[in-house]
């Protein structure tokens, strides 16, 4: 089982709509969560953290559940810059480094 | 303006070649990571240094080698021992192991 996973998508939107999409840990012990989001060949970029209350930063919503081990990215009002693929990032040590990645999930909005 | 660049952008290799990838951070950042990323999968860590002097390896660090002997740059040979080196090579740093990490814009390396 990979440690993170997530729906690689296409999740095809129009503009305005809503969409949310999970990523799913296999560790229970991880301890920060987060999404980037990575454009067409280039680098990926902080989104937002993901905290334990969930957080809510403009159009995006990130929640965690660690009950059932994931995190969930809501984006309300799409607009066609939000085209891109969303990585969930999962940091599963305390005072070391063991990050995870997911292979990205990938939104396209269309006008 | 603070940041990470990589060079080359985009670097061809013919097979049996060792080539350096560069990575240079001006954030004052400990931390320096690299990663490949590969189509359809996520990335993976090849090596990592916490402090200047000294690093680990990743996940995936056969047929790499790094070294850091100035905080500010952390460069990536990928030798000819690595048998799949085509990749898209992206380069990290943060100001310490658990703090957000960020990203430079990577180099495309293609072995030809």
């Known amino acids: 089982r990979k440690e993170v996973e997530q729906d690689p998508g296409p999740f095809n939107v129009p503009e305005g709509a809503t969409v949310a999409f999970n990523c799913t840990y296999s560790n229970s012990a991880s301890q920060s969560f987060f999404w980037y989001r990575q454009d067409c060949r280039k680098e990926p970029k902080l989104l937002m953290s993901?905290?334990?209350s969930g957080n809510e930063d403009g159009r995006f919503t990130a929640q965690l559940n660690r009950a059932s081990q994931y995190i969930s990215l809501l984006i309300r009002d799409s607009k066609l810059s939000d085209s891109a693929t969303y990585l969930c990032v999962v940091n599963m040590a305390v005072s070391d480094y063991k990050l995870s990645f997911g292979a990205g999930t990938t939104v396209t909005v269309r006008a | 303006d603070g940041g990470i660049t990589q060079s080359p952008k985009y670097l061809f290799r013919k097979e049996g070649q060792n080539v350096t990838l560069s990575c240079e951070q001006n954030?004052?950042?400990?931390?320096m990571y690299w990663y490949r990323q590969d189509p359809g999968q996520g990335l993976r860590l090849i090596y990592y240094?916490?402090?200047?002097?000294?690093?680990q390896k990743g996940d995936i660090a056969e047929g790499y080698s790094v070294s850091r002997e100035k905080k500010e740059s952390f460069p990536l040979t990928v030798t000819s021992a690595q048998k799949n080196p085509t990749a898209f090579y992206l380069c990290?740093?943060?100001?310490?192991?658990?703090?957000?990490?960020?990203f430079g814009p990577g180099t495309r390396l293609t072995v030809l």
């Open positions: 990290a740093s943060s100001m310490g192991l658990t703090d957000t990490q960020y």
């Open positions: 954030l004052n950042h400990d931390a």
């Open positions: 993901v905290y334990s």
């Open positions: 240094s916490q402090i200047v002097n000294d690093f």
